[in-house]
């Protein structure tokens, strides 16, 4: 895999093509590299449900358009985070047109407990996999972000798409689209690596 993949790989959300269609062998293939992925104790705990009805894409996307709103509203971003925010807003208002929503989820339910080790196991074991679909996408001229909006309002969507509330959990929404001609330039980052690395112990 290249740098340049690497390094281009960023949030797609203006650049979607909203008119064209994906197909579900696109899809299947960029998952099959998904579920590459590691996780804890190789147990795979992966399980997408893609969403292309029309009807369900607006039902789903109304419930995210609530919590974003709600997001926005309770908060006062800095000025470097306005351009995210103004994109934000754009790909809620246009969810429901989105071709595909790939909705992913992992078997069980996180710890109640908010035990660390327990919870970087569960969500580590199935955050590579969004990766290696986000890397899949790109690689064949389509994109998406990953979200989590929707969650806010988590088992009123599990009750829609008949998700066992209570045993899968839904970690991440990717509305999915192939993308508009554009530049594939590096996402913005505000510090290099050398500025947020330490050597031998924290701050030194």
């Not at 955050?127 to 994109?143: E, I, K």
Request: charge should be neutral.
């Amino acid at each position: 895999m290249s740098s340049e993949l690497l390094r281009t790989t960023r949030a797609f959300r203006k650049r979607l093509d909203l008119t064209r269609p994906v197909a579900r062998r696109d899809l299947l293939e960029c998952l099959d590299i998904a579920v590459h992925a590691p996780s804890g104790t190789n147990r795979q705990p992966w399980r997408f449900v893609i969403v292309q009805d029309a009807d369900t894409r607006q039902a789903i996307a109304e419930y995210y358009r609530k919590a974003f709103s709600a997001y926005l509203s309770a908060r006062t971003p800095r000025p470097d985070q306005l351009g995210d925010l103004e994109s934000g807003r754009y790909l809620a208002d246009h969810l429901h047109e989105v071709p595909a929503l790939v909705l992913v989820c992992s078997l069980g339910r996180p710890p109640a407990d908010g035990n660390a080790h327990r919870l970087a196991s569960f969500y580590g074991s199935i955050y590579p996999a969004v990766w290696n679909f986000l890397l899949a996408l790109h690689d064949r001229g389509m994109g998406a972000t990953m979200t989590t909006a929707h969650l806010v309002y988590e088992r009123e969507i599990a009750d829609l798409l008949s998700i066992p509330f209570d045993e899968v959990t839904q970690v991440a929404l990717l509305p999915v689209a192939h993308l508009r001609p554009g530049s594939a330039s590096p996402a913005p980052r505000r510090a290099p690596a050398d500025e947020v690395t330490y050597w031998d112990r924290w701050n030194a």
